[in-house]
């Protein structure tokens, strides 16, 4: 499986395979690929989404080898992902026809991948969401991550999960109150 | 009252009734319409609104880290009902790790046709202040933090690491016909494959491990007759030369923050927050005073610049800080009745 998956990147980009990518695929890979899984639910989204990672990484002319290889290549892929996020929820908000379709409501629109830098700024308010996640009941939880992770619509959701719509958007007022309240009582402690 | 009333009404707790509409599927231009006019309200209809995406923001960033709470990603098998679960196959298999290491796991790497140099061991140094991070030929991961000298040697059979002075958290990637051992003052971790920080400073160890699960070995003793000291995620073991001891549940965040250049300190003494300073900056941070020996904090600090970041010290604890000779700083603990009260 992992061999022919490279092939297929070797003829998309014509590039010869050095042994300096074929390391960096050895080593974060596997990573990249259970990273997707994870995120996507789906084997075949996650491959493809892992292989044009690649692709963009070997296009980009970045050095496999260098330090930051690694984090290079995923931050690909997490624009990668959202990119796709971003599409879901256009699509979900904003109707797929288009046509009819406000753009003044781009602050609706989630942002890009958040940089590093960002991520440096709020890692004391993850521990507060991921706090919050693992003290969430099931139901609540899945509803909130599949409504705002997976783009779904409300009915689509009471579908999914054999729930009326008043009780999907009840789950998703819950969990978000609880993300609210949390945040606040983290920024009064920190005062 | 429907929700096209409620947009002129200065209601920020409407905030998320209106991203549950808008959210929904079904929203109409027109609702959308409503909700900016009801942004248009009131700065407190904004500020909600602010303070809701800033959550999502947030929810969105830990979503797209890899250290994310795996609840996050229960969905069940929702999204495709019809799919059928897949498999992973996972390249990385949890193993129990006994002293002596080799354990063979099966199935191919692709380290095989990779010729891998046997190569004498190599240096790497960061200066006081400085952060950076190598990319190993086998696949593994060092970050190296201020004022921290390790020396590496990698070859087909071993990989071997020193810290001789400083911090380092390593992402060892896994390779079993290559075991990799980091040696830190009087003993050495030995992996297979995990994640694990190392701090060796004046004599004195700190190992913590964050993935995985390690064995810290004496290199004087017999492995066979002194089994391993085992350290699994979550713990951490402090030695010297002639102790050990070992902490069972870590804040990991707080060992893992200097990497996104923050420190936290839970209940700590100032003297060591003080002794970190030194290690970050090139001015010498001094404390006087008694009261300055029994100081607790608790706090977190961007490490940044250096002034900016002792007028934040300053102002979240209650110390003055005086300039003194050849770049000294003395830090000392203000008397009691000049200290503010929290509000």
Redesign the interface.
């Known amino acids: 499986m992992e061999s022919l998956a490279w092939e297929m990147v070797v003829k998309k980009t014509g590039k010869q395979w050095g042994s300096g990518l074929a390391l960096l695929a050895a080593h974060a890979r596997p990573d990249l690929l259970s990273f997707m899984q994870k995120r996507v639910n789906d084997q075949r989204i996650a491959e493809d989404l892992v292989q044009d990672s690649f692709l963009k990484f070997a296009e980009g002319g970045y050095d496999p080898v260098a330090a930051n290889a690694r984090p290079v290549l995923f931050g690909i892929a997490k624009n990668l992902l959202f990119d796709r996020l971003r599409k879901l929820r256009r699509e979900r908000d904003l109707g797929l026809t288009g046509s009819g379709a406000d753009m003044d409501n781009l602050h609706l629109l989630p942002s890009e991948a958040p940089s590093p830098e960002y991520m440096a700024e709020i890692s004391q308010e993850f521990a507060t969401v991921a706090q919050i996640v693992k003290a969430m009941p099931k139901r609540p939880r899945q509803v909130f991550t599949l409504s705002r992770m997976y783009g779904l619509t409300h009915q689509e959701i009471a579908d999914r999960l054999g729930i009326s719509r008043s009780m999907v958007e009840k789950h998703i007022m819950d969990a978000m109150s609880r993300f609210l309240q949390a945040m606040r009582h983290n920024g009064k402690k920190r005062g | 009252m429907k929700m096209s009333e409620r947009s002129e009404k200065n209601r920020p707790d409407d905030i998320?009734?209106w991203?549950?509409l808008?959210?929904?599927?079904?929203?109409t231009?027109e609702d959308?319409?409503d909700f900016?006019a009801w942004l248009e309200v009131s700065s407190e209809n904004r500020a909600a609104y602010e303070?809701?995406q800033?959550?999502?923001?947030?929810?969105?960033?830990?979503?797209?880290?890899?250290q994310?709470?795996e609840?996050?990603?229960?969905?069940?098998d929702?999204?495709?009902?019809s799919?059928p679960p897949?498999k992973?196959?996972?390249?990385?298999v949890p193993v129990a790790i006994a002293a002596c290491l080799l354990l063979v796991v099966g199935g191919a790497?692709?380290?095989s046709f990779?010729?891998v140099p046997k190569a004498p061991y190599v240096a790497e140094t960061t200066a006081v202040g400085e952060q950076?991070?190598?990319?190993l030929?086998d696949?593994?991961?060092v970050y190296l933090n201020t004022d921290t000298k390790i020396e590496y040697s990698l070859s087909d059979s071993q990989r071997n690491v020193k810290v001789l002075n400083g911090e380092a958290f390593f992402e060892i990637?896994k390779d079993p016909a290559a075991p990799f051992t980091v040696v830190a003052g009087s003993r050495g971790v030995r992996v297979i494959g995990t994640a694990f920080n190392v701090r060796f400073i004046n004599g004195v160890a700190d190992v913590t491990v964050t993935e995985g699960a390690v064995g810290l070995t004496d290199p004087e003793q017999n492995a066979r007759t002194q089994p391993a000291v085992r350290l699994e995620a979550g713990m951490a073991a402090t030695y010297t030369a002639s102790s050990i001891k070992v902490q069972p549940n870590i804040e990991l965040?707080a060992v893992k923050?200097w990497r996104?250049?923050?420190l936290f300190y839970q209940n700590a003494s100032l003297s060591h927050v003080v002794r970190d300073l030194n290690r970050y900056f090139s001015s010498e941070f001094k404390t006087v005073g008694e009261a300055a020996e029994n100081l607790r904090v608790t706090l977190?600090l961007n490490l940044e610049e250096e002034e900016i970041l002792l007028n934040t010290l300053s102002k979240q604890l209650p110390i003055r800080i005086q300039n003194g000779k050849n770049n000294t700083r003395i830090i000392s603990v203000l008397p009691e009745n000049s200290i503010s009260v929290?509000?």
């Open positions: 998320l009734a991203q549950v808008l959210s929904s599927g079904t929203a231009v959308h319409h900016k303070e809701v800033h959550v999502f923001r947030v929810y969105d960033a830990l979503w797209a880290d890899e994310a709470p609840e996050m990603f229960d969905v069940g929702a999204v495709h009902a799919a897949y992973l196959t996972r390249w990385f790497t692709l380290f990779l010729n950076r991070a190598l990319l030929a696949g593994s991961t990637a965040e923050a996104y250049k923050k977190i929290p509000e």
